[in-house]
Protein backbone atom coordinates (compact mmCIF):
# COMPACT_ATOMS: atom_id res chain seq x y z
CA UNK A 1 0.00 0.00 0.00
CA UNK A 2 1.26 3.35 -0.61
CA UNK A 3 2.17 5.34 1.72
CA UNK A 4 0.08 8.91 2.82
CA UNK A 5 2.35 12.28 1.69
CA UNK A 6 -0.01 15.27 2.15
CA UNK A 7 1.04 18.49 1.57
CA UNK A 8 -0.05 22.15 2.51
CA UNK A 9 0.66 24.47 0.44
CA UNK A 10 0.41 28.42 0.41
CA UNK A 11 0.96 31.22 -2.00
CA UNK A 12 4.59 30.61 -2.35
CA UNK A 13 3.99 27.75 -4.66
CA UNK A 14 2.07 29.49 -7.28
CA UNK A 15 5.19 32.78 -6.83
CA UNK A 16 7.39 31.12 -9.92
CA UNK A 17 4.00 31.04 -11.90
CA UNK A 18 3.73 34.44 -11.76
CA UNK A 19 1.03 35.19 -9.21
CA UNK A 20 2.05 37.29 -6.35
CA UNK A 21 2.13 35.79 -2.74
CA UNK A 22 0.03 37.90 0.03
CA UNK A 23 2.84 38.93 2.05
CA UNK A 24 5.86 38.80 0.53
CA UNK A 25 6.84 42.63 -0.50
CA UNK A 26 5.34 43.59 -3.94
CA UNK A 27 2.70 41.40 -2.64
CA UNK A 28 -1.06 41.39 -3.10
CA UNK A 29 -2.47 43.23 -0.51
CA UNK A 30 0.18 45.75 -1.58
CA UNK A 31 -2.27 48.85 -2.48
CA UNK A 32 -5.17 47.00 -0.57
CA UNK A 33 -6.30 47.05 2.70
CA UNK A 34 -6.92 42.91 3.11
CA UNK A 35 -10.29 44.24 5.17
CA UNK A 36 -11.27 46.13 2.49
CA UNK A 37 -11.17 43.28 -0.02
CA UNK A 38 -11.46 39.77 1.95
CA UNK A 39 -14.24 40.70 4.11
CA UNK A 40 -17.93 40.59 4.72
CA UNK A 41 -17.41 43.98 5.95
CA UNK A 42 -15.72 44.73 2.39
CA UNK A 43 -17.61 43.17 0.80
CA UNK A 44 -20.99 45.04 1.86
CA UNK A 45 -18.86 48.50 1.87
CA UNK A 46 -17.66 48.26 -2.21
CA UNK A 47 -19.13 45.32 -3.79
CA UNK A 48 -17.61 46.96 -6.89
CA UNK A 49 -13.92 47.23 -5.67
CA UNK A 50 -14.48 43.28 -4.48
CA UNK A 51 -15.85 41.87 -7.26
CA UNK A 52 -13.52 43.67 -9.52
CA UNK A 53 -10.41 42.71 -7.41
CA UNK A 54 -11.26 38.76 -8.12
CA UNK A 55 -11.98 39.47 -11.45
CA UNK A 56 -8.82 40.91 -12.00
CA UNK A 57 -6.82 37.49 -9.77
CA UNK A 58 -9.55 35.19 -11.69
CA UNK A 59 -7.94 36.72 -15.38
CA UNK A 60 -4.73 36.52 -14.49
CA UNK A 61 -5.08 32.72 -13.06
CA UNK A 62 -6.62 31.45 -16.12
CA UNK A 63 -2.78 32.70 -17.99
CA UNK A 64 -1.00 31.24 -15.44
CA UNK A 65 0.48 27.73 -15.76
CA UNK A 66 2.01 25.33 -13.47
CA UNK A 67 5.44 24.90 -12.59
CA UNK A 68 7.96 22.65 -11.71
CA UNK A 69 6.64 22.16 -8.15
CA UNK A 70 3.20 21.82 -9.16
CA UNK A 71 4.39 19.06 -11.70
CA UNK A 72 6.48 17.14 -9.30
CA UNK A 73 4.11 17.06 -6.44
CA UNK A 74 1.57 15.93 -9.24
CA UNK A 75 4.16 13.26 -10.22
CA UNK A 76 4.52 12.27 -6.89
CA UNK A 77 1.05 10.27 -7.10
CA UNK A 78 2.85 7.59 -8.60
CA UNK A 79 4.32 6.32 -5.98
CA UNK A 80 2.47 7.60 -2.62
CA UNK A 81 -1.25 8.40 -1.84
CA UNK A 82 -1.07 12.08 -2.60
CA UNK A 83 -3.49 14.90 -0.90
CA UNK A 84 -3.35 18.38 -1.01
CA UNK A 85 -4.59 21.10 0.86
CA UNK A 86 -4.01 24.28 -0.86
CA UNK A 87 -4.50 27.46 0.90
CA UNK A 88 -4.55 29.19 -2.49
CA UNK A 89 -7.57 29.88 -4.29
CA UNK A 90 -5.88 29.35 -8.02
CA UNK A 91 -6.51 25.73 -9.80
CA UNK A 92 -2.48 25.64 -10.84
CA UNK A 93 -2.46 21.88 -8.91
CA UNK A 94 -5.39 20.54 -10.76
CA UNK A 95 -3.53 21.86 -13.88
CA UNK A 96 -0.73 20.00 -13.11
CA UNK A 97 -2.64 17.06 -12.47
CA UNK A 98 -2.97 16.90 -8.57
CA UNK A 99 -5.99 14.70 -8.13
CA UNK A 100 -6.88 15.13 -4.45
CA UNK A 101 -6.66 18.75 -3.78
CA UNK A 102 -8.60 20.23 -1.07
CA UNK A 103 -9.32 24.21 -1.51
CA UNK A 104 -9.34 25.64 2.12
CA UNK A 105 -10.06 29.06 1.28
CA UNK A 106 -12.38 28.62 -1.86
CA UNK A 107 -11.43 28.87 -5.66
CA UNK A 108 -11.07 31.71 -8.30
CA UNK A 109 -12.74 29.72 -10.82
CA UNK A 110 -15.94 29.15 -9.06
CA UNK A 111 -19.40 32.19 -7.98
CA UNK A 112 -21.14 31.42 -4.41
CA UNK A 113 -24.58 32.90 -3.82
CA UNK A 114 -23.90 35.63 -1.35
CA UNK A 115 -27.25 34.67 0.69
CA UNK A 116 -26.76 30.63 0.64
CA UNK A 117 -22.97 29.75 0.89
CA UNK A 118 -24.13 25.91 0.04
CA UNK A 119 -24.73 27.46 -3.32
CA UNK A 120 -21.47 27.15 -5.64
CA UNK A 121 -20.95 27.60 -9.73
CA UNK A 122 -18.30 26.61 -12.24
CA UNK A 123 -17.60 30.09 -13.70
CA UNK A 124 -16.71 29.04 -17.38
CA UNK A 125 -15.47 32.76 -17.83
CA UNK A 126 -13.08 35.20 -15.91
CA UNK A 127 -15.67 37.85 -14.85
CA UNK A 128 -18.82 37.75 -12.26
CA UNK A 129 -20.72 40.78 -13.46
CA UNK A 130 -23.35 43.41 -11.20
CA UNK A 131 -26.67 41.38 -11.95
CA UNK A 132 -25.27 37.51 -12.31
CA UNK A 133 -27.55 35.43 -9.60
CA UNK A 134 -27.45 32.61 -7.92
CA UNK A 135 -30.84 30.31 -8.36
CA UNK A 136 -32.29 32.21 -4.98
CA UNK A 137 -31.96 35.64 -6.89
CA UNK A 138 -29.28 37.20 -5.12
CA UNK A 139 -25.80 38.45 -6.49
CA UNK A 140 -23.53 36.22 -7.17
CA UNK A 141 -19.46 36.57 -5.13
CA UNK A 142 -16.54 35.22 -5.34
CA UNK A 143 -16.18 31.29 -3.62
CA UNK A 144 -13.24 33.00 -1.46
CA UNK A 145 -13.05 32.46 2.34
CA UNK A 146 -12.93 35.97 3.77
CA UNK A 147 -11.55 37.25 6.65
CA UNK A 148 -14.15 36.16 9.49
CA UNK A 149 -15.73 33.41 7.57
CA UNK A 150 -15.62 29.75 8.43
CA UNK A 151 -13.25 27.23 7.24
CA UNK A 152 -16.13 24.14 5.91
CA UNK A 153 -12.61 22.13 4.46
CA UNK A 154 -11.09 22.41 7.63
CA UNK A 155 -12.57 18.97 9.04
CA UNK A 156 -11.30 17.15 6.21
CA UNK A 157 -7.75 18.57 6.37
CA UNK A 158 -7.81 18.20 10.15
CA UNK A 159 -8.20 14.07 8.71
CA UNK A 160 -5.77 14.16 5.95
CA UNK A 161 -3.29 15.45 7.94
CA UNK A 162 -3.39 13.21 11.28
CA UNK A 163 -3.07 10.63 8.73
CA UNK A 164 -0.09 11.28 7.12
CA UNK A 165 3.12 9.68 6.76
CA UNK A 166 5.01 12.71 5.49
CA UNK A 167 3.91 16.17 5.12
CA UNK A 168 4.86 18.83 2.94
CA UNK A 169 4.75 22.09 3.75
CA UNK A 170 5.32 24.53 0.89
CA UNK A 171 5.35 28.26 0.21
CA UNK A 172 3.36 29.68 3.37
CA UNK A 173 3.93 31.89 6.27
CA UNK A 174 1.97 30.25 8.20
CA UNK A 175 0.57 33.20 9.52
CA UNK A 176 -3.40 32.27 8.60
CA UNK A 177 -5.38 30.09 11.19
CA UNK A 178 -6.77 27.77 11.31
CA UNK A 179 -4.74 26.28 8.44
CA UNK A 180 -1.75 27.30 10.12
CA UNK A 181 -2.27 24.83 13.20
CA UNK A 182 -2.62 21.75 10.54
CA UNK A 183 0.96 20.93 11.89
CA UNK A 184 -0.35 20.34 14.82
CA UNK A 185 -2.21 17.02 13.83
CA UNK A 186 0.54 16.14 12.11
CA UNK A 187 1.46 12.61 13.36
CA UNK A 188 4.91 12.95 15.76
CA UNK A 189 6.47 9.96 13.50
CA UNK A 190 5.87 11.38 10.25
CA UNK A 191 8.21 12.54 8.46
CA UNK A 192 7.85 16.71 8.18
CA UNK A 193 9.37 18.79 5.53
CA UNK A 194 8.90 22.72 4.70
CA UNK A 195 9.99 24.40 1.55
CA UNK A 196 10.28 28.10 1.68
CA UNK A 197 13.14 30.74 0.61
CA UNK A 198 12.63 32.32 3.70
CA UNK A 199 13.39 31.08 7.15
CA UNK A 200 10.25 30.93 9.46
CA UNK A 201 12.35 32.09 12.62
CA UNK A 202 12.59 30.08 15.57
CA UNK A 203 8.82 29.09 15.96
CA UNK A 204 10.01 26.10 13.96
CA UNK A 205 9.86 22.49 15.24
CA UNK A 206 12.72 20.97 15.46
CA UNK A 207 12.08 17.77 13.80
CA UNK A 208 10.56 19.47 10.78
CA UNK A 209 13.35 19.48 7.82
CA UNK A 210 13.42 22.72 6.58
CA UNK A 211 14.69 23.31 2.74
CA UNK A 212 15.51 26.77 2.40
CA UNK A 213 14.49 26.98 -1.36
CA UNK A 214 12.36 28.47 -3.68
CA UNK A 215 9.87 25.86 -4.30
CA UNK A 216 11.15 24.97 -7.54
CA UNK A 217 14.47 23.58 -6.46
CA UNK A 218 13.13 22.44 -3.14
CA UNK A 219 10.61 20.41 -4.44
CA UNK A 220 13.79 18.74 -6.99
CA UNK A 221 15.58 17.99 -3.70
CA UNK A 222 12.80 16.41 -1.98
CA UNK A 223 11.55 14.44 -4.67
CA UNK A 224 15.46 13.10 -5.01
CA UNK A 225 15.19 13.00 -1.31
CA UNK A 226 11.95 10.77 -1.03
CA UNK A 227 12.17 8.44 -3.82
CA UNK A 228 15.93 7.54 -2.81
CA UNK A 229 14.56 6.52 0.09
CA UNK A 230 12.48 2.48 0.82
CA UNK A 231 9.38 4.06 2.21
P1 LIG B 1 1.87 34.46 2.35
O1 LIG B 1 2.03 35.56 1.36
O2 LIG B 1 1.49 34.84 3.74
O3 LIG B 1 3.21 33.64 2.44
C1 LIG B 1 3.89 33.22 1.29
C2 LIG B 1 5.08 32.39 1.70
O4 LIG B 1 5.70 31.93 0.51
C3 LIG B 1 6.13 33.16 2.50
O5 LIG B 1 6.55 32.38 3.62
C4 LIG B 1 7.28 33.33 1.49
O6 LIG B 1 8.56 33.31 2.13
C5 LIG B 1 7.11 32.09 0.64
N1 LIG B 1 7.63 32.20 -0.74
C6 LIG B 1 7.84 33.29 -1.51
N2 LIG B 1 8.32 32.94 -2.72
C7 LIG B 1 8.41 31.59 -2.72
C8 LIG B 1 8.82 30.60 -3.68
N3 LIG B 1 9.24 30.93 -4.91
N4 LIG B 1 8.79 29.30 -3.31
C9 LIG B 1 8.36 28.92 -2.07
N5 LIG B 1 7.97 29.80 -1.14
C10 LIG B 1 7.98 31.11 -1.45
O7 LIG B 1 0.82 33.42 1.74
P2 LIG B 1 -0.02 32.29 2.48
O8 LIG B 1 0.73 31.71 3.62
O9 LIG B 1 -0.51 31.38 1.42
O10 LIG B 1 -6.23 33.88 2.33
O11 LIG B 1 -1.24 33.12 3.03
C11 LIG B 1 -2.29 32.48 3.70
C12 LIG B 1 -3.60 33.14 3.39
O12 LIG B 1 -3.51 34.53 3.67
C13 LIG B 1 -4.01 33.08 1.95
O13 LIG B 1 -4.65 31.87 1.59
C14 LIG B 1 -4.95 34.24 1.81
C15 LIG B 1 -4.28 35.27 2.69
O14 LIG B 1 -5.12 36.07 3.39
C16 LIG B 1 -7.33 34.23 1.65
O15 LIG B 1 -7.32 34.75 0.55
C17 LIG B 1 -8.61 33.89 2.32
Known sequence: MKKKLVVLSGAGISAESGIKTFRDSGGLWEGHDVMEVASPEGWRRNQDLVQDFYNQRRKQAKECQ??????KLASLENFFDVSIITQNVDDLHEKAGSTK???????????????????IYNLDHWEIKKGDKCEKGSQLRPFIVWFGEAVPKMD??????????????????????????????????????LIDPNSPGSGLRRDIVYIQKKATEGMKDLEELLLGQNF
Open 101 to 119: VIHLHGELSKAQSSIDPKL
Open 66 to 71: PNEAHL
Open 156 to 193: EAIQLAMQADIFIVVGTSMQVYPAAGLLDYVPKQALTF
